[in-house]
């Protein structure tokens, strides 16, 4: 499964005491997120789903049928970067992009991964393009806090892993 959520980017201390928020025995959405916006400065409830979400993508909590549980695993000690793009809805096509040998611009990030857009979420948003534009430039924001690519300036590159 693939998560479509990405939120604003943030550091990994930010991911560590999001997910240190979690409790280890399941809570409901509405209590984590309370908690997420308790322990860190997460603006709002709403910010702070996204959050839990993500957390969930990147393999730090999960879900089970009684809530989200946090999974004992730390921040550094989990492969972010490989769960990152394995598990986020448009992270592995907008690094193959970077990986092509180029470095791109968000907007031009933007336009490589235009057509890996589903057809439901084109029809989804009165303006897809500016909320895709928008994802595209967070998800390499997040490809570099998870050392896969790099910024420079306004461009971003891919950093090989090997």
Same mark, same amino acid.
């Given at each position: 499964?693939?998560?479509? *959520?990405?939120?604003?980017?943030?550091?990994?201390?930010?991911?560590?005491?999001?997910?240190?928020?979690?409790? @280890?025995?399941?809570g409901?959405?509405?209590?984590?997120?309370?908690? *997420?916006?308790?322990?860190?400065?997460?603006?709002?409830?709403?910010?702070?789903?996204?959050?839990?979400?993500?957390?969930?993508? @990147? %393999?730090?909590?999960? =879900?089970?049928?009684r !809530?989200?549980? /946090?999974?004992?695993?730390?921040?550094?000690?989990?492969?972010?970067?490989?769960?990152? $793009?394995?598990?986020?809805? !448009?992270?592995? $096509?907008?690094?193959?992009?970077?990986?092509? !040998? =180029?470095?791109?611009?968000?907007?031009?990030?933007?336009?490589?991964?235009?057509?890996?857009?589903?057809?439901? %979420? /084109?029809d989804?948003?009165?303006?897809?393009?500016?909320?895709? /534009? =928008?994802?595209?430039?967070?998800?390499?924001?997040?490809?570099?806090?998870?050392? @896969?690519?790099? /910024?420079? !300036?306004?461009?971003?590159?891919?950093?090989?892993?090997?």
């Amino acid at each position: 499964m693939r998560y479509k *959520i990405v939120p604003p980017a943030r550091d990994r201390a930010f991911l560590a005491a999001a997910q240190r928020a979690v409790p @280890l025995v399941p809570g409901t959405v509405e209590d984590c997120c309370l908690r *997420i916006v308790d322990d860190t400065d997460a603006p709002s409830r709403d910010a702070a789903r996204e959050y839990l979400t993500f957390l969930q993508a @990147l %393999e730090l909590v999960d =879900e089970t049928d009684r !809530g989200f549980e /946090r999974r004992r695993v730390s921040v550094e000690e989990a492969d972010l970067a490989d769960a990152f $793009e394995r598990r986020v809805f !448009g992270a592995r $096509e907008s690094l193959d992009a970077l990986r092509e !040998g =180029e470095s791109l611009t968000a907007e031009e990030a933007f336009e490589r991964l235009r057509e890996h857009v589903p057809r439901w %979420e /084109r029809d989804r948003h009165t303006d897809w393009e500016a909320e895709w /534009r =928008e994802r595209t430039e967070r998800l390499l924001e997040w490809s570099a806090t998870f050392d @896969l690519a790099v /910024r420079e !300036g306004d461009r971003y590159r891919a950093v090989d892993r090997t």
